[in-house]
Structure formats: C-alpha cells, structure tokens
C-alpha cells in the first residue's frame, strides 16, 4: 500500500481558533470550560460546557464571517461553519490549492459529525409545532446534513474526488482520518481533507447527554475543575464544540510539491465492543483490540509507542477501562510511556474530538512536548504510565497513538510516526 | 416607491446578501441576483412572513424578478 502523511493542519477548538492559538494555550495548561452562554440552563443537570471563544477574529477568538458568507452561515448549523473554518486552515497551511481537473479530482473530502445540526432540528421542530409546515425553510436539510459539512467543503474548494463522511458518534474524527487515509492507501485519491467537526452545545442536547448519565454535573459553579481524567473525583465528560481538520496527502505526492509533512499516518485500527448502546464493554476488550491492530498494521511494538492522546473523556468507568487496556498492551513498556488527555483542556468535541487530538498527537511530536491532563490530583488506580498530570512536559516523541471511543461500541485507533 | 416595493427589495437584499444598487425592478433572482432554486423558494417564503400572505406554488413560479414580486404583493398582500 502506498504511504500517507499529513501536510496541513486545521482547528477550531474551545481554546482558540486556529492550530498554533489552542496549542500554545494548551501547552500552558489553559482550560476551555465555563458556563453556558446563550440558552436557558436553570432546569438543566449540567451548566456547564466547553464554548468556543468568538470575537472579530483577533487574538484567538473566532468570527465565522472569516470563513462562509454571513448569508451562507445563515442556512447551516455552526457545525459547518467550524468545517470550513477547519478545512480552509488545513489546505491553507498545506499549501494545496487544486486547479486543475486532474488535481481536483484527485483531491477529496471525508469529514465527519457525531450529532450534526441536531440543533437546528431542534429549532425546525419547534416552528413545525407552532408554525406549521409551510415555514420550513429550504435549507433546513441540506444545512443539518452531516455530510453537508464535507459538500460545503469540497464546493469551496474544488475538490472533486471522493466524498464521504463518518457518523461513529465520538470515535468519528479518528475513523475519518483511517478510512481517508485508506482511499489514499489504496490509490482512490492523492489528497484527502478530513476530520470531523459538531455542535452540539444546545438545551436539548445537554438534556439527552445528561439523562445518558455522561455528563458532570457536580462542578456547575466550578467549571474548570470539571474535566478530570483519571482524577478520583471526576463525574462525566464535559461538552465541547469544534472542528478538527488534517490534509493527508501520499507521500511521494507531498515530497514532489516540497510539502512540509507533519507525520505518517502508520496505523489505523477499528474494532467494536457488541456489548452495550453507551458503556464500554468492561473487560476494555474493545479497546485492547483497536489498539492492537492499529500497532500491526504499523508493523511497529507497543514498547515503541512514545506518547497516546487518551480517549479518557473523564466519565467514571471509561477512564480506567482505557487505562487498563494501555496497560495490557503495552506490559513491561508502561513505565516509559506518556498518556494524557486533553480533554481535560477542551472538554469532549465528540465527533470533532478524534482530529483534534490526532493533531495534538502530531503536535506533541513536531515540538518534543506533551500536553498536560489538567485537573489530575488523585488518581484513582495507581499505574507505572505517566499520566502527565497539570503540566506539559518535554519529551521526544517518535511514535504516538491516539484513541477514539463512541457511544455503540466503537473503536478506532490512529498510529503516527515523525518522517525525518 | 411604494412601501411594499422598500419591505421586498430589504429582504431580498437580507436573503441573498447582495447590493441594495443592484436590486433593481428588473433584477432576476437567478440570472442577476444569483439566488439558487432553493433561495426562490425561501424568498417567497419570507415574503408570505413579512406581508402575511399566502403565495400558492404556482404564483410563486411566476415571481422570477423583483418587480415581479412587487407586483404580486401590491395586489394581494393585505
């Protein structure tokens, strides 16, 4: 099979919008969480969520009219918007503008969204009830569709080959950027564009997330104290939004243009748990074979892994099923491993969440440094991994692995290693 | 101009996120003012919400300019 790196980067995350904005930021151990703005909370669980900073674009803050005409923002739910803010980013910093037919049509686009506009349904909903059918507008589809984020995408741009999208709820950011990297594996496309991107910051939203029992609800007037792996106080995940977006490219296709690569993608693996709608099976047998195939098709030894972005989304039982999962893959390697997760930064981006933490991944690795698990002040199992707790910590990273898992039972599991 | 010819060409101006200069009686939505087939359709919707009138389809066929529009809601709008 032919050989995929990653050329561009791309993200709107709680921290910031932009790569270099969330990354410095996270590195100082900065957090995104804070209280719902914006919609009525009082009778809610959780009042809590990772929000995205908005402003005039300035400074980290995103504006969406840097991204799709205000008239254009106006038919779709934000999770399109962030694509397109993600995606730009990524072909901007990959210097990769096709033009030509031959280069658009070998150019295409796998973006996915865990929920998409389901905020919009909500909305549509609502003028249905009171309003009727005749007040449904046009775009109501086209502008909730999940794969309408990729369409919108590969409209602005010219990309004319293929175009898909994943829905495996929080695992869908990792699984977008396997399958993608696959078609270009197996010679279906030169570049792919792809990643995954939601928001899901609404009332009803919150509301289903919440009697799912996932969410924290015990830090509502504390909120960046509620995002906390592997901590023995922590109580559910906390609700992000965002987009993440990578330029894969093949190899020998990037190194012709002179294209700064940032990683090879070496290992892509899935799995899935049949076990139960929203917990993780408790053997984290599901887990524990992700990983594995990830690391054969690598062709590399779990001993070799330097550092893993954790799925560790701070929920009571999947923190440690993860962590023992790690721990049998990797044996006697444990106590030279780094795992942190930064979900604790920027809360839970669910379907968005596996890009942005493959690019952390490949952050961590272009830079010789690890971002922290905030919040981390007592760990409720005792493990020879280090779990990076508070602060971001110097290490040279070669190989790093990162882990995706979704509501359903599944599992995926990217492998990257640095092209020197 | 009449008041209802000011309420259209402002929400065609809003919806389509085009000049107001270019907004002109004879403008086409899709040839001039480039609208798409589902713009139309939500153009004609907001002129039902402004003007608080029913626009049956195939009225709403005939709507293809602003004037048209114009037209339209100057006769039947209440």
Same mark, same amino acid.
């Given at each position: ?48 969520a990772c929000q995205i900073p908005t402003g005039d674009g300035s400074n980290g803050t995103f504006n969406p009219d840097q991204w799709m005409e205000p008239k254009e923002q ?69 502008? !909730? &569709? $999940?794969? #309408?984020?990729?369409?919108? *995408?590969?409209?602005?741009? /010219?990309?004319?080959? =293929?175009? @898909? ?16 990297? !696959? &078609? $270009?594996? #197996?010679?279906?496309?030169? *570049?792919?564009?792809?990643? /995954?991107?939601?928001? =899901?910051? @609404? ?218 | ?78």
């Amino acid at each position: 099979m032919r050989r995929v790196v990653v050329t561009g980067l791309g993200m709107v995350t709680p921290l910031a919008c932009g790569v270099e904005e969330t990354w410095s930021r996270i590195l100082e151990g900065k957090s995104g969480a804070n209280k719902i703005e914006g919609f009525e909370t009082e009778d809610l669980a959780c009042r809590i969520a990772c929000q995205i900073p908005t402003g005039d674009g300035s400074n980290g803050t995103f504006n969406p009219d840097q991204w799709m005409e205000p008239k254009e923002q106006r038919k779709v739910d934000p999770f399109i918007v962030y694509a397109m803010a993600a995606a730009t980013q990524a072909l901007n910093d990959a210097g990769w503008k096709p033009t030509s037919y031959e280069d658009q049509c070998a150019s295409g686009v796998l973006i996915g969204s865990g929920i998409g506009g389901i905020g919009g349904i909500y909305e549509a909903s609502q003028t249905l009830i009171e309003r009727g059918p005749r007040r449904i507008s046009p775009f109501f589809i086209p502008g !909730r &569709l $999940i794969n #309408l984020a990729g369409g919108y *995408v590969s409209i602005e741009h /010219g990309l004319k080959g =293929p175009n @898909n999208a994943v829905v495996t709820a929080c695992s869908t950011g990792s699984h977008a950027i396997g399958d993608a990297a !696959r &078609l $270009i594996a #197996l010679g279906d496309a030169e *570049v792919m564009v792809a990643g /995954g991107t939601e928001s =899901p910051i @609404n009332r009803l939203s919150i509301a289903g997330f919440a009697a799912c029992r996932a969410l924290s609800t015990n830090f509502n007037e504390d909120p960046t104290k509620a995002s906390r792996p592997y901590d023995k106080d922590r109580d559910g995940f906390v609700m992000g939004e965002g987009a993440g977006v990578v330029v894969l490219e093949e190899y020998e296709h990037a190194k012709a243009r002179g294209a700064k690569i940032y990683a090879e993608v070496i290992g892509y693996g899935l799995s899935g748990d049949a076990y139960h709608i929203t917990s993780p099976s408790e053997d984290g047998d599901g887990a524990y074979r992700c990983m594995a195939a990830a690391i054969k098709r690598a062709g590399i030894s779990a001993s070799e892994i330097d550092y893993i972005n954790a799925h560790g989304t701070s929920t009571p039982m999947g923190d440690e099923l993860e962590l023992k999962a790690v721990e049998r893959i990797v044996g006697n390697a444990a106590g030279k491993l780094s795992m942190s997760s930064t979900k604790s930064a920027i809360g839970h981006l669910l379907g968005a969440a596996g890009a942005v933490e493959a690019i952390f991944s490949m952050l961590a690795m272009r830079d010789g440094i690890i971002p922290p698990t905030l919040n981390l002040d007592n760990p409720s199992v005792e493990t020879a991994i280090d779990l990076v707790p508070h602060k971001a910590k110097r290490k040279d990273v070669n190989i790093a692995l990162s882990n995706s898992f979704g509501f359903g039972g599944t599992n995926a599991s990217l492998v990257f290693r640095r092209v020197s | 101009m009449s008041d209802i010819a000011d309420r259209v060409k402002k929400i065609v101006v809003e919806h389509l996120g085009v000049d107001a200069e270019k907004v002109t009686d004879n403008a086409n939505f899709i040839d001039d003012l480039g609208a798409d087939s589902l713009d139309t359709v939500e153009l004609v919707m907001a002129f039902e919400e402004e003007f608080n009138v029913e626009i049956p389809d195939d009225a709403a066929e005939t709507i293809v300019t602003v004037g048209d529009a114009i037209k339209f809601l100057e006769k039947n709008a209440a």
